[in-house]
């Protein structure tokens, strides 16, 4: 039976307040998140309806010059000079006077993620778990959001579809563990998608992803598709070969290759497509397969509900795919959260952190901190669920 | 006889045996509304269903490849596409002794079946007496099944055959 | 090869509580070669100890260096916070 | 599920095939029917029991590009159809009978196979059979039964057939004629292809041990070893050349995996 | 309250120390010399617009607070020490260079770019990182 009012909340409290500190890639963030001590918690798996309210959710990203990615070491070095900063801001906005008093736990990304900036976001957890006498719990990123997607949407038992620029993962509930179900065999979707930005030498801003969508959206010959390579290995997939052949294409178009016939017409030598066919191919095929993976997860498992979570999981034409993948299963439905959520961030480390601490598994040494740049999501037992 | 699927077109199949006039047959073949088969290349009642059966596939989405279904009934049964080969695989010859006799009247008319155009004994149309006088090295040969391959029975040479069947072409 | 490039380095806190609060802070991280490098790190008074050995002096330096920073983190959290 | 699809399966099949479905799976919805499309006299056996038949039926998918989902529908029902046909001639390789396929509408009719398991354990799939069996997670005939389905792996992969989305579900088992150990047939062939690449093979495994781990967990470690034990045994009877083949195929399932754990890098 | 200080030993030097000059800037500030971002993103024309927070002033002395000097001058020993053995290092190389092989010199690069990027040590994780790069 799981009761997840097992640990009590800290002086005489009503409610539980939990810190979220986030920066296992270029994302550094911090929330402070608020659980109402409920009776109806005591016996049964609520975990998906904790009425969380977010009193902050600050985040600061770290940018690096147009077409560049973002060194560990660089990245590290903007989390160090930062986390104080956003840390006092959130704990400001979230009007938490005392910390000593008025927080009951700190919860921190002990991973996956790159290791120097993992670390420098759990130096700063530590300091502040010692200094105010408050436990910590070590949250897997993973697990992070999966938690935050089910607050949010109350899904209860949703196969979960994460998809981020380091992560493509079909995940379902099975005894106590999140199981990954499907994931890709080489690159994740998001750092697709990215990479294929900079052969275009599209903006970065706001994300590379975002502006692919935007122009897949422009594509003025949806009914005419360009031919990509379609990878679905059981409920795993494989985007490594895509990318090298879209790749091509786009060169092959840039540079004017007019020996290849599928972009430049034969006749006339004018180019077939565009750019803008490009992004609407590689994102319809992409996704289609994203979400036969998904489908696939589903009758597996026999579930009903899909929560999508991570960076891409904001993208509008994922969204309605799998949308409408579900109306066509029994009672089907999709959640997805927007960006304030889908986007790496404090409020879900917390949230999965407070789950973890409210069943009274939290750290007991400051051995079991240390960062680990893998952390595979079935790997932690999660001890709120039935 | 009818198939579940396609309810109007009714099908007649006579086996005969001991034919005296494959010869006299054959010289009118076109004119006559028939298929005809030789027995011998025919090991199970499934293996020809299964033929007619990818005929009227064929015919309800407009992809017949001959002039009429009785012609396709035999290019059906050919494990490749080449039409004259099916001819004269599973066609008759003048020496033909056994022999199968189809009609598919789509028109859903009477029969017209003239039985009288084959001089020779009417079996029933069943297992078996297609297996008395199969060939069955003939129909491996055809089939272009790898020797290596061992039946057990004839039942799993049939099944080897509607495999061959199903699948032509695609 | 021996650890034969050494550094100590002493961080003054305000107390003890401090400084004893930094070592624990930095004590759990393992050491990524522990055959080319070492450190150890103790309280003296308000003052945290931390000494390093190692192989050679590039590794000394980025383990040192890595080591302020997060000292530097620490300093800071406690300043601020 | 939705109604839609029932009915047009229903209108396409003519109400001379009544259909009862019985599962939607990720790109097929499966149907039973005890009607033959061809041979009447195939539809009650020797001990007079109606005979059922599987009819398995790609729907569009609305979801897809209609280019993508023509292209795919028409490439899984040929391939599964053709696979059906070349796997049979595999000795000791058992799949399911192929008894039509109307590829221009993405239907394949097939033998049906498997049975209800008793205490309401469902349909006999390995990953039903597995969970039956959970009381007694390693009795002897389990050990058996996951041993022969390594050996099926093993001989379609000697051949240089690849599954391509080999689960416990897309296993089926059947009874012996004894009635006490269990006969597996592979089924689902979709995503199968010919292949002789070690990949594809390596792959195959990971997707089915991983399969195993994710809905057998507590006894995975063990029930991915018997499975290796009979996929080796096929390999191994091949002599020195089999051994190194199956030594390929092996590593390279050791690399896919290690790749797989390795995703977990950046959140 | 005292100020921190370093003291270096090797094989071939007699003691180094370091200790807080107090009249010199680099013990003021916050924002080190040698902590700045790495020559790879500033090539590509970054901006550094994550500097260390400023230190933390009291509001009745108008001084900076105990910790926060400490912060500045640690920051300075810190520079100190970089660029003691950033020069030591350079001249090992060419030391180096004559006398050994250069595989030895690279397995010992990368294991430095390891431990500046954090690794746990683990090294097949190599092809991810030029991953992470190329984000």
């Known amino acids: ?386 | 006889m009818q198939l579940p699927q396609f309810p109007g077109v009714n099908i007649e199949i006579l086996l005969f045996q001991d034919v005296s006039n494959a010869n006299d047959i054959r010289s009118k073949i076109a004119e006559l509304p028939y298929a005809f088969i030789d027995a011998r290349t025919i090991c199970s009642v499934e293996q020809l269903m299964s033929a007619i059966y990818r005929v009227m596939i064929e015919s309800k989405y407009n992809r017949l490849r001959t002039k009429s279904l009785h012609s396709e009934v035999l290019l059906a049964l050919s494990p490749t596409s080449n039409i004259g080969e099916a001819f004269k695989k599973f066609g008759i010859s003048d020496d033909t002794k056994n022999l199968i006799m189809i009609e598919i009247n789509q028109d859903n008319d009477n029969s017209s079946l003239d039985k009288t155009v084959v001089n020779g004994e009417i079996v029933d149309f069943n297992d078996d007496n297609l297996q008395k006088n199969s060939d069955v090295n003939a129909i491996r040969k055809i089939y272009k099944i790898d020797q290596s391959v061992e039946f057990e029975n004839i039942s799993e040479l049939s099944r080897a055959t509607v495999n061959a069947i199903q699948l032509r072409g695609i | ?81 | 599920m939705s109604q839609e699809i029932v009915d047009a399966v229903s209108q396409y099949l003519t109400p001379n095939v009544p259909i009862k479905l019985i599962s939607q799976g990720a790109e097929a919805v499966v149907f039973t029917t005890p009607v033959h499309p061809y041979c009447p006299s195939n539809e009650i056996t020797k001990d007079s029991k109606p005979v059922q038949y599987i009819i398995k039926y790609r729907s569009p998918k609305k979801y897809r590009h209609p280019v993508i989902d023509k292209q795919l529908t028409k490439h899984r029902t040929l391939s599964e159809s053709r696979l059906l046909g070349k796997l049979y001639l595999i000795e000791g390789l058992h799949v399911p009978k192929l008894i039509a396929t109307d590829a221009y509408n993405g239907y394949i009719w097939q033998e049906f196979l498997g049975e209800d398991l008793p205490n309401d354990c469902g349909f006999s799939n390995l990953k039903n059979y597995l969970w039956m069996n959970a009381k007694d997670p390693y009795n002897d005939v389990v050990k058996d039964t996951l041993f022969k389905v390594g050996e099926q792996i093993g001989l379609l992969h000697i051949n240089d057939y690849c599954h391509g989305d080999l689960t416990s579900s897309n296993i089926v088992l059947v009874r012996d004629t004894n009635g006490t150990n269990w006969i597996p047939y592979l089924i689902d062939f979709g995503l199968g292809s010919q292949s002789n690449m070690v990949e594809d093979k390596g792959v195959d495994l990971y997707v089915l041990e991983r399969a195993i781990i994710s809905t057998h967990s507590s006894f995975s470690d063990k029930y991915n070893d018997w499975l290796i034990e009979g996929f080796s045994s096929v390999y191994k009877k091949q002599g020195k050349g089999g051994v190194q083949k199956l030594n390929e195929v092996l590593k390279r399932f050791a690399d896919v995996r290690m790749r797989g754990r390795k995703r977990s890098m950046i959140g | ?135």
């Not at chain 1, 986030?22 to 929330?31: C, I, M, P, T």
């Not at chain 5, 010399?33 to 090539?43: D, F, I, Q």
């Open chain 3, 1 to 81: 090869m021996s650890l034969s490039h050494t550094l100590t380095l002493n961080v003054p806190f305000e107390n003890s509580n401090q400084a004893n609060i930094a070592m624990k802070v930095l004590q759990p991280d393992p050491i990524l070669k522990p055959q080319d490098f070492e450190v150890t790190y103790t309280t003296e008074g308000n003052d945290l100890v931390a000494s390093f050995a190692s192989i050679d002096d590039r590794v000394l330096r980025v383990g040192v260096s890595n080591v302020i920073d997060s000292i530097k983190t620490i300093i800071e959290t406690m300043d601020e916070l």
């Open chain 1, 1 to 386: 039976m799981v009761n997840l009012n097992t640990v009590e909340p800290r002086n005489g409290r009503d409610y539980y307040i939990a810190l979220g500190l986030e920066g296992s890639a270029n994302k550094l963030g911090v929330g402070v998140i608020k659980h109402p001590r409920l009776a109806s918690m005591s016996g049964g798996d609520n975990s998906h309806n904790c009425e969380v309210e977010i009193l902050s959710n600050i985040r600061d990203t770290y940018v690096t010059p147009p077409g560049e990615g973002f060194l560990p070491r660089d990245t590290a070095r903007h989390h160090r000079n930062w986390v104080i900063r956003i840390i006092k801001q959130a704990l400001e906005k979230a009007q938490i006077m005392d910390p000593r008093l008025d927080i009951d736990v700190i919860c921190f990304t002990r991973g996956p993620g790159m290791g120097a900036p993992l670390h420098s976001v759990a130096i700063a957890a530590r300091t502040c778990s010692l200094m105010w006498e408050v436990p910590l719990v070590g949250v897997n990123h993973c697990v992070g959001h999966i938690e935050m997607g089910r607050e949010i949407t109350k899904a209860k038992n949703p196969v979960v579809l994460y998809v981020s620029g380091g992560n493509t993962q079909v995940i379902a509930y099975s005894e106590n563990r999140y199981r990954i179900f499907g994931e890709t065999l080489d690159v994740a979707i998001g750092n697709c998608l990215d990479r294929f930005a900079r052969t275009l030498k599209i903006p970065n801003a706001p994300s590379p992803g975002y502006n692919i969508e935007q122009l897949a959206k422009n594509c003025k010959n949806k009914d005419k598709l360009i031919e990509l390579p379609y990878t679905v290995k059981g409920m795993d997939l494989s985007m490594s070969g895509i990318l090298a052949y879209i790749d091509s294409l786009a060169k092959d178009l840039f540079r004017g290759n007019k020996k290849n016939k599928l972009i430049f017409d034969r006749e006339t030598g004018e180019p077939k497509i565009t750019v803008e066919d490009l992004c609407y191919s590689l994102q319809e095929n992409l996704f289609a397969m994203l979400v036969e993976i998904t489908e696939r997860a589903m009758a597996h498992v026999n579930a009903s509900q899909v929560l999508i979570v991570g960076g891409v999981g904001s993208n509008t034409r994922l969204q309605e795919m799998m949308g409408q993948m579900c109306k066509d299963r029994a009672n089907g439905r999709v959640h997805a959260t927007d960006e304030r959520f889908c986007i790496d961030n404090g409020v879900m480390i917390a949230q999965a952190g407070l789950l973890q601490y409210r069943m009274g598994d939290y750290v007991k040494d400051l051995s079991e901190t240390v960062v680990t740049q893998k952390f595979r999501t079935d790997e932690v037992y999660v001890s709120w669920r039935e």
């Open chain 5, 1 to 135: 309250m005292k100020s921190p200080s370093a003291l270096y030993n090797s094989p071939d030097i007699t003691e180094k120390s370091f200790s807080v000059k107090e009249s010199e800037s680099r013990y003021r500030t916050t924002n080190g010399k040698t902590t700045g971002p790495s020559t790879y993103v500033l090539n590509a024309g970054q901006v550094d617009i994550d500097k260390p927070s400023d230190p933390k002033i009291d509001h009745v002395t108008q001084q900076p607070t105990a910790l926060s000097k400490l912060r500045m001058e640690l920051t300075g020993i810190q520079d100190d020490i970089n660029e003691f053995l950033t020069e030591r290092m350079e001249v090992a190389k060419n030391k180096k260079l004559k006398t050994q092989n250069s595989l030895e010199e690279k397995r010992i690069e990368n294991e430095i770019n390891e431990l500046l990027d954090g690794g746990d040590g683990d090294n097949d994780d190599e092809e991810e990182k030029k991953e992470a790069h190329a984000k």
